[in-house]
């Protein structure tokens, strides 16, 4: 799970960014408060990246969610991606965990003496 959720966290880094350029030109917003609010937001990511297998850690992903499509209301195209980036979170956790289970179910087989 950890190997799927940090690529899409890698892939929101970088949209954060780029929507922290397109808010510069497009907001009336200064560009302070727009790179405290988007550096905030790419640290979260790449923090987020080691925090994975640490309670809390999905949960914090989702939040990052819910701040990604909300900030379509500084930049409109942030809600289209907001939601994208948002089903593949959901995608990473979900697939993320059956992989894991297959794998634990893998090694679990190859430990096991053979019974046949």
Request: with cysteine; hydrophobic share 55%.
């Amino acid at each position: 799970m950890r190997t799927l959720c940090a690529s899409t966290l890698i892939g929101e880094f970088f949209v954060i960014g780029f929507a922290g350029l397109v808010a510069m030109q497009t907001s009336d917003l200064s560009a302070a408060a727009v790179w405290s609010v988007c550096g905030a937001a790419m640290a979260l990511c790449v923090l987020l990246c080691g925090a994975l297998s640490r309670r809390g850690g999905v949960p914090l992903g989702w939040a990052l969610q819910l701040g990604l499509i909300a900030s379509g209301l500084v930049v409109p195209a942030m809600y289209f991606l907001g939601v994208c980036f948002a089903g593949l979170w959901w995608a990473s956790v979900h697939f993320g965990r059956k992989v894991d289970a297959a794998k634990a179910e893998r090694a679990r087989l190859e430990t096991e003496p053979d019974t046949a």
